[in-house]
């Protein structure tokens, strides 16, 4: 799993340190933002889910359809976000067992 440090923003809040990433067991790209400092829950956490955002382009539509804009995402950490979801994973064992889908 890989994860970056960016900068999401809304019109009313901003996390710096929002983290973006791709879950290669999950097969698919995540982000989550606005920690709540009492405990581990985020306010937004996409990308949880078996294959819910297969590519890094619908995550980021994803992202807006709720109002955020994602800033200090580099080039190269797309390209090597890229090269992590274009080696294969072989399905989990809970795929295999069909507990998941």
């Given at each position: 799993m890989s994860r970056y ?28 933002a606005f920690p709540d ?65």
């Amino acid at each position: 799993m890989s994860r970056y440090i960016i900068e999401i923003r809304s019109k009313t809040a901003t996390d710096p340190e929002a983290t973006i990433g791709y879950d290669r067991p999950l097969r698919t790209y995540f982000l989550t933002a606005f920690p709540d400092p009492e405990n581990e829950a985020v306010a937004l956490w996409l990308g949880a889910f078996l294959e819910e955002y297969p590519s890094l382009e619908s995550l980021v539509l994803a992202v807006r359809t709720q109002g955020y804009e994602i800033t200090g995402l580099t080039h190269a950490d797309m390209i090597a976000m890229l090269k992590e979801a274009g080696r294969p994973t072989p399905p989990g064992i809970g795929e295999l067992l069909g507990l998941v889908r």
